[in-house]
């Protein structure tokens, strides 16, 4: 794709973002939460057809107050342990709380949720920028719209679309509030194939991006190559 995923994502557009071929081999959805409308809902849900989540990062989640799922439940006999997940038997889910916004009427409507997911966004831009914000205040639980947490340190710890939207939302320099959805396949009965999402990006003029592509933009933020003027006998990473 010549549609640069950054870009897109950065200019409010719709991205189709997959993780990766030895892991979930899914296409989600991404894009910036601060400039969903109910039409972006609408779109996640007919064409894409997964659950529709908002992805914060794990900073913004603890100034708030927000829990992992498990963390919740963890005295049910059915919460999730680690190993459970099949395909990251190392990590546990990023799933905390399902909230509404206060002043969304069922919540599941396109235009319910677009309003708990603009909010969200704005009580991440808040705390993530020192500023008060109480989250009991403007949402409630149970709702319709899946928080996800994202590991703490990103990429470096977790390989999820979680990490990977916020970490693109952070090289970006947006508001680390994304919210994704992944792409089914009516026909099969499973995740949409890489090639069909491919297909849709080119038809829908949508940029795509591997997960691989986004790991190895963060490796480089992340760790990146001293700027060395003269000799030197080791070289140190910064992390």
Same mark, same amino acid.
């Given at each position: 794709m010549t549609k640069d995923a950054f870009t897109a994502l950065r200019q409010g557009e719709m991205v189709l973002l997959y993780d990766f071929d030895d892991r979930e081999r899914e296409t989600d959805f991404a894009m910036r939460s601060d400039m969903i409308t109910p039409r972006d809902i609408c779109r996640m849900r007919n064409d894409a057809g997964g659950l529709i989540c908002t992805a914060i990062p794990f900073l913004a989640a603890k100034k708030l107050g927000l829990p992992f799922a498990r963390e919740v439940l963890r005295n049910c006999a059915m919460v999730e342990k680690l190993g459970d997940i099949p395909y990251d038997p190392s990590n546990n889910s990023s799933f905390s709380l399902w909230v509404n916004h206060r002043d969304t009427f069922t919540g599941i409507t396109d235009r319910d949720r677009t309003k708990t997911v603009n909010a969200l966004a704005e009580v991440v831009h808040a705390v993530m920028n020192g500023e008060p914000s109480s989250f009991k205040d403007q949402f409630r639980t149970p709702g319709h719209m899946p928080v996800l947490i994202a590991a703490e340190h990103l990429l470096s710890q =977790?390989?999820?679309?979680?990490?990977?939207?916020?970490?693109?939302?952070?090289?970006?320099?947006?508001?680390?509030?994304?919210?994704?959805?992944?792409?089914?396949?009516?026909?099969?009965?499973?995740?949409?194939?890489?090639?069909?999402?491919?297909?849709?990006?080119?038809?829908?003029?949508?940029?795509?991006?591997?997960?691989?592509?986004?790991?190895? =933009?963060?490796?480089?933020?992340?760790?990146?190559?001293?700027?060395?003027?003269?000799?030197?006998?080791?070289?140190?990473?910064?992390?």
């Open positions: =977790r390989h999820g679309q979680t990490e990977l939207s916020v970490a693109m939302a952070e090289m970006s320099g947006i508001i680390p509030s994304i919210t994704i959805c992944e792409m089914l396949d009516d026909d099969s009965g499973y995740a949409l194939s890489k090639e069909d999402a491919i297909r849709y990006a080119k038809r829908h003029d949508l940029a795509f991006i591997e997960g691989s592509e986004v790991l190895d =933009r963060w490796e480089k933020v992340a760790y990146p190559k001293p700027q060395c003027t003269g000799p030197v006998t080791a070289a140190v990473h910064r992390i």
